[in-house]
């Protein structure tokens, strides 16, 4: 991209769904996932007299996030109606907060190429999720669902803070880092519980005005926002090359096609009519919430690093990958309470656990294994009652569902053979068999060795202790040496 002369101005409107219970104003179900409309009250389909009541375990998720994000948090906010008419949106109006947000002038610091930086909050403001929309091409229909509509949700505006796509995607790992140790959501990009509109514009380097900006939505992942990020500011930098202007307008993002397209132009606050909710009272934070947040503040990812390494003793490395999702921590303590093997347990962890995401795009949360049973299983390892071939093998099928080790090792018939008169027979049918093999060895291949183990361990079906088997097989080549 030819940037040379110009310089990008970004900030991010984040919309996080609150893992609350039950919805923002009426006491329905937030559960993901279920039947159609199933979670609906009079309050959250909009009837008329229907009356909102405020949660007030949202109000204490969105001032913990405000607390985490070194926000001021406002004793006194109110909610306000933004009125606007679409079909997944009963009511005609949205309940959120315009005028006076819970919290507001925070910020959050990042790690850039040229050393740290804040990120300005501007503010944190609660709101209800709207229902969703189900679209049918071949029938040409429309379908509703409300079970979302109502959900809690909160809105994080950034400052215009971000100079480009590495900066905003280091602010959101780390973003979603904090409200996850926090518990408050889970922020999965591709269920939308975290939802990312990304505001950008470009200027010339000399310029102190900001450029006009565009806003950008449906961002699924994070590479989608970093792409979507520097096709946005090549397109406007040829726009104002070519003497154009840029509209200020809301863009869609493609990931597939790797474009954006204009989707309507953006809207004003003006646009909305907002005005102060009446059915809503004032909201407070006391100072009970505000006593109970500092105390139940969980140990955040630094903090869990410095534990990892200088108590459990396992290597940094490790510690950073595994505080990487708030859910991979919370399998590995549970599972260090039980056995306590702390690097093992890390060993597998990082190795194949992430091996097994990676494949099957699952998130740490998506783990079937309980603490339970994969401490059966890395005790049953360093025991040798498995060796490491099988234990890869029983490691998967526990990850996936969680099966009792002992039992399925047992019924399947998987111990390790350690018969040591046993494994000679095969070591000696092997070497019988493979003549070149052993004197490439004697030769001073070493490499002959791995294939002459390969062969022993084929025999024995896989189950041979690998140790065993090397000790076996090199005594019995070194015998006529
Ligand atoms: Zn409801």
Not at 84 to 90: H, I, K, L, S, V
Not at 460 to 478: D, F, I, Q, S, T
């Amino acid at each position: 991209m030819r940037m040379n002369e110009y310089k990008m101005d970004i900030g991010l409107e984040i919309h996080i769904e609150l893992s609350t219970d039950t919805k923002i104003f009426c006491k329905c179900s937030t559960q993901f996932g279920c039947e159609p409309n199933v979670n609906t009250c009079p309050v959250c389909t909009g009837m008329p007299g229907a009356l909102p009541v405020l949660n007030k375990q949202a109000v204490r998720y969105a001032a913990a996030v405000g607390d985490a994000l070194n926000c001021k948090i406002n004793t006194i906010s109110k909610f306000d109606r933004k009125n606007y008419y679409y079909p997944d949106n009963p009511q005609n109006y949205q309940i959120t907060q315009f005028y006076t947000p819970i919290c507001e002038n925070g910020y959050l610091e990042i790690d850039t190429i040229d050393g740290k930086k804040n990120i300005g909050i501007r503010e944190i403001h609660m709101e209800e999720d709207a229902g969703k929309l189900l679209h049918n091409d071949l029938k040409n229909v429309s379908f509703i669902d409300y079970n979302r509509a109502g959900v809690p949700l909160i809105e994080i505006v950034t400052m215009p803070d971000f100079s480009n796509g590495d900066e905003v995607t280091c602010f959101l790992e780390k973003l979603r880092l904090i409200i996850q140790y926090l518990q408050v959501s889970d922020c999965k990009l591709n269920e939308g519980s975290m939802r990312v509109d990304v505001n950008l514009s470009v200027r010339k380097k000399e310029c102190e005005e900001l450029g006009t900006r565009t806003e950008m939505k449906n961002l699924n992942s994070f590479r989608a926002i970093k792409r979507a990020i520097d096709n946005e500011a090549s397109r406007q930098i040829e726009v104002l090359k070519n003497g154009g202007i840029i509209d200020m307008e809301t863009r869609r993002w493609d990931d597939l096609k790797e474009e954006s397209f204009v989707m309507r132009s953006k809207e004003e606050a003006k646009d909305y009519r907002y005005f102060p909710e009446p059915d809503l009272p004032m909201v407070y934070v006391d100072d009970a919430m505000l006593k109970d947040i500092e105390l139940s503040k969980p140990q955040f990812r630094h903090e869990k690093n410095d534990y990892y390494i200088n108590e459990l003793k396992i290597p940094e490395y490790d510690a950073k990958l595994i505080t990487l999702d708030y859910d991979m921590t919370v399998l590995f303590e549970e599972t260090v309470k039980i056995c306590d093997k702390p690097k093992n347990i890390s060993n597998w962890l990082i190795g194949e656990a992430n091996r097994i995401l990676k494949e099957k795009e699952w998130d740490a949360c998506d783990i079937k294994m309980s603490p339970k049973n994969f401490a059966m299983f890395v005790n049953m390892v360093s025991e040798g009652i498995i060796n490491s071939n099988v234990a890869k093998v029983v490691f998967e099928k526990m990850f996936l569902e969680d099966i009792n080790p002992e039992k399925y090792v047992e019924e399947n018939g998987l111990k390790q053979n350690s018969d040591g008169e046993m494994i000679k027979k095969i070591v000696q049918d092997v070497i019988n068999d493979n003549e070149q093999s052993v004197r490439d060895y004697k030769a001073g291949k070493d490499k002959a060795i791995g294939y002459l183990v390969g062969q022993v361990m084929k025999k024995a079906a896989g189950k041979a202790n690998p140790k065993l088997v090397n000790e076996l097989l090199l005594e019995e080549l070194r015998k006529d040496m």
